[in-house]
């Protein structure tokens, strides 16, 4: 029998691209230690990375993609929109690909639905919101430097506002939101699926000090088939249809969690993570000056 790759797997864009199923996450990955992740994941390899501009670790990034040897082309790179630069998200999008050292990005996503007031962080802008960014992102599709545009942290209330507003011609490739054992959003994954847009899991382990790595179900799993927790997990959402997008600064971890072949998880052992009742969301919305999360994100 032909050995089960699930680290090759990739899901097909609306665009016509595919995205790997696993990408290395780098939100909290300091400059310093991002650069040795980001290097190791592709020496181990990984072919997707996700950044952003809020991260504050474009250029050391680019710094790790360089460092591994591994061509451009080969990598599927992704950076967002950050709130404050809704309303120059082609200056935006230059000075990313200037932090990256890239002349393109596989794919561009709007970080957040929040049109923020960069001269105060507490404002929303009272003349633009999300409708209005995303009508000025797809002009950038066609200047050859973003390959796919998506969005982030949208839950069904904006999507819906978004793709029936007239400006909207380009469905989002992509929606990365939270997906994790608790918080696996049934609901706006098969509303995404209907719209053609493929979600994306951040937080797949639950983020740091996560609750899940004490779970007994995911436990009890992983050891009966001697692997880790984080590795069930990883291997659970790719097996839910989403790609997933495990942050590590630690070159061990960056290895072990891309240690997904040759194993499986059963139907019986999936249904036992999917019957998983505990909740917790670890990206909110109470730090934004707009309320981005309805209830219809879960
Ligand atoms: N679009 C958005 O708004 C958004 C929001 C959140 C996240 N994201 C993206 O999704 C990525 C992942 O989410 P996340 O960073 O919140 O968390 P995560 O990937 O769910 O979990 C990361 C945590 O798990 C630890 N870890 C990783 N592998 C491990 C292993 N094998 N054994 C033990 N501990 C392990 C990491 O510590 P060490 O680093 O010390 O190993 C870190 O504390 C982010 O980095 C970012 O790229 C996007």
């Known amino acids: 029998m ?18 790997p199923a696993i990408g290395l996450g780098t939100w909290q990955s300091r400059p310093g230690e991002v650069e040795k992740a980001v290097e190791a994941a592709l020496r181990a390899g990984y072919r997707h990375i996700d950044t ?28 967002k929109l950050d709130n404050p630069w809704h309303k120059r998200s082609a200056e935006a999008l230059d000075l990313s690909l200037a932090n990256l050292g890239t002349s393109y990005v596989d ?3 709007m970080h957040w639905p929040s049109s923020t007031d960069p001269s105060d962080l507490k404002k929303h802008y009272p003349d633009w919101d999300f409708v209005d960014t995303w009508r000025e992102m797809q002009k950038l599709v066609g200047t050859g430097k973003v ?21 909207c011609k380009i469905v989002p490739a992509v929606n990365q939101i939270e ?8 609901k706006l994954v098969a509303y995404c699926a209907s719209k053609g847009i493929h979600a994306s899991g951040y937080s797949p382990l639950g ?20 692997r880790s927790v984080q590795q069930v997990l990883l291997l659970w959402g790719i097996k839910k249809g989403w790609s997933v997008l495990p942050k590590s600064v630690n070159p061990d971890r960056v290895k072990a ?3 997904l072949d040759g194993w499986d998880l059963t139907d019986e052992e999936m249904a036992k993570i999917d019957a998983i009742p ?21």
């Open 2 to 19: 032909a050995e089960i790759k699930n680290t090759a797997k990739t899901f097909k864009l609306n665009t016509g691209d595919s995205i």
């Open 52 to 79: 952003a501009f809020a991260y504050g670790n474009e250029k050391e990034v680019g710094e790790g993609i360089r460092a591994s040897g591994v061509p451009r082309e080969e990598i599927f790179l992704t950076t």
């Open 107 to 109: 794919l561009y996503l």
């Open 147 to 167: 390959k796919n545009i998506g969005v982030s942290n949208f839950g069904i209330k904006n999507l819906e506002r978004l793709l029936n507003d007239p400006s």
């Open 179 to 186: 997906l994790h054992p608790s918080n696996p959003s049934p």
């Open 207 to 226: 983020s740091s000090d996560s609750p899940l790595y004490r779970n007994e179900t995911i436990a009890s799993i992983a050891k009966a088939k001697n």
């Open 257 to 259: 969690n891309f240690d």
């Open 278 to 298: 505990d909740r917790f969301k670890v990206c909110g919305d109470g730090w934004l000056p707009v309320k981005v999360f309805f209830g219809d994100d879960e």
